[in-house]
Nanobody, 121 residues
Framework: QVQLVESGGGLVQAGGSLRLSCAAS????????MGWYRQAPGKQRELVAT???????NYANSVKDRFTISRDNAKKTVYLQMNSLKPEDTAAYYC???????????????WGQGTQVTVSS
């Protein structure tokens, strides 16, 4: 069974940094795009950043120049380095991956369970 497991969330003061990690596990044939999304209380889930298997990245305007997404294909892991954090970055952060499990050989959309990031002012 394929799982995405996030880690690295927590409480940080404004201006601080956090690094999120998300590791894919299970029998996986291949992983295409990976990314991070976030959802604040009372708001819709929104894209934070994505990265292709080749390393091409895309960021939400609100996090450009502060957040950096990267991945280690050998470890099936995606990272999100978050610098200069602001209170408005407070949200549950979710890992996402488009991948093909060995069991199905069909491209599917998978999500992690979420990790909380809280930025205090």
């Amino acid at each position: 069974q394929v799982q995405l497991v996030e880690s690295g969330g927590g409480l940080v003061q404004a201006g601080g940094s956090l690094r999120l990690s998300c590791a894919a596990s299970g029998s996986i044939f291949s992983i295409n795009d990976m990314g991070w999304y976030r959802q604040a209380p009372g708001k819709q889930r929104e894209l934070v950043a994505t990265i292709t298997s080749g390393g091409r990245t895309n960021y939400a305007n609100s996090v450009k120049d502060r957040f950096t997404i990267s991945r280690d294909n050998a470890k099936k892991t995606v990272y999100l380095q978050m610098n200069s954090l602001k209170p408005e970055d407070t949200a549950a952060y979710y890992c996402n991956a488009l991948l093909i499990p060995l069991a199905t050989h069909r491209l599917g959309d998978y999500w992690g369970q979420g990790t909380q990031v809280t930025v205090s002012s």
